[in-house]
């Protein structure tokens, strides 16, 4: 039972433009978020995190919003460069556990 | 440099043959963890371990064994391996267990089994 759920497999947008990748969860538990970046033959490596407390968390380029009530988080790219492209994993933690989101791919295109 | 290590890098195996996989960290690491990562399912926890001697099963640790005698090395042991096993494997460290501690990965492990 996939309890993060990342819904579009992949994305792509325009260099510069705003790259926003949607997460879903369904325990109401976690109380924290996390987002990892992932490049092929490399493990992932963490980009930003939120605390279930927060709304929102920004660092430089990368903004992530967290909606408890829709159990949603969105993390945004502003702007989107080419080396931005990338697999993202949202996570999520709850019991000394993290649980991974299938990952969407995106594509930033010169 | 800081760094998880992973060994090997590629493995193909038959059903029923005994395999470790390795992962050592320099970094003074407490916290350990395992991960497989399958197409459509992401990654999974499989084993976790908060310091030495101290393990513990992640979402899916049926089919895996781990141990952690000495504080950088953590490896993976499959008994007797599957098909089902067949997987990209992940191994993480961090300073201690806690959400917003950094997790750092190795750079994989993919195991076919025959």
């Known amino acids: 039972d996939q309890q993060v759920k990342q819904n579009s497999p992949s994305l792509s947008v325009q260099e510069g433009r705003i790259s926003i990748l949607n997460c879903d969860y369904t325990?109401?538990?976690?109380?924290?978020f996390l987002w990892y970046k992932k490049y092929p033959a490399e493990g992932p490596t963490f980009l930003i995190s939120i605390s279930s407390i927060k709304d929102k968390n920004e660092d430089g380029r990368f903004t992530v919003f967290l909606n408890k009530s829709a159990k949603h988080l969105s993390l945004h790219i502003v702007p989107s460069q080419p080396g931005d492209s990338a697999v993202y994993f949202c996570a999520a933690y709850t019991g000394n556990q993290f649980y991974f989101g299938t990952g969407t791919s995106l594509t930033v295109i010169p | 440099e800081a760094q998880v290590t992973q060994n090997p890098r590629y493995l193909i195996t038959v059903t029923g043959k005994k395999l470790t996989v390795t992962c050592s960290q320099n970094?003074?690491?407490?916290?350990m963890s395992w991960y497989r990562q399958d197409p459509g399912l992401g990654l999974r926890q499989i084993y976790y371990?908060?310091?030495?001697?101290?393990?513990d099963k992640g979402d899916v640790p049926e089919g895996y064994k781990v141990s952690r005698k000495e504080k950088r090395n953590f490896p993976l042991i499959l008994e007797s391996p599957s098909p089902n096993q067949t997987s990209l494997y992940f191994c993480?460290?961090?300073?201690?267990?806690?959400?917003?501690?950094?997790?750092?990965f190795g750079p994989g492990t993919r195991l076919t089994v025959l």
């Open positions: 970094m003074n690491h407490e916290y």
């Open positions: 993480a460290s961090s300073l201690y267990l806690a959400p917003n501690n950094e997790q750092f």
């Open positions: 371990s908060m310091n030495v001697e101290v393990t």
């Open positions: 325990n109401s538990m976690f109380d924290y």
